[in-house]
């Protein structure tokens, strides 16, 4: 299972990459206006590039005040499915 801190690192990583940027380092604090060059088209990007990364889907709509938020988000819906294929693994036996 992830961890918050495997999440961050995984984030970072993706943002490392898309703004191609080595010397990105956030936390949960850092917002949008802290990256330079994040737009709306490059947030989509972020958006999509997580949810291939960790497996899980994000409505369009859905909006995060920083990447604590981000973050928060992702590691519960990681969790909601490592429960959801627990029960499932355990009606099948």
């Keep these: ?17 898309i703004f191609m940027d080595d010397d990105i380092e956030i936390d949960a604090e850092t917002t949008a206006d802290d990256i330079p060059g994040w737009d ?8 999509l590039s ?7 889907s994000i409505a369009r709509n859905t909006e995060f005040a920083n990447i604590g938020e981000l973050v928060a988000f992702i590691s519960r ?4 499915a490592s429960v959801t294929r627990q029960t499932t693994q355990r009606s099948e036996s």
């Design 50 to 56: 997580i949810e291939k990364k960790f497996g899980i």
């Design 40 to 47: 709306s088209l490059s947030h989509t990007i972020v958006m």
């Design 1 to 17: 299972m992830d961890t918050t801190v495997d999440v961050l690192a995984g984030v970072q990583a993706i943002l490392v990459d």
């Design 77 to 80: 819906e990681l969790e909601s």
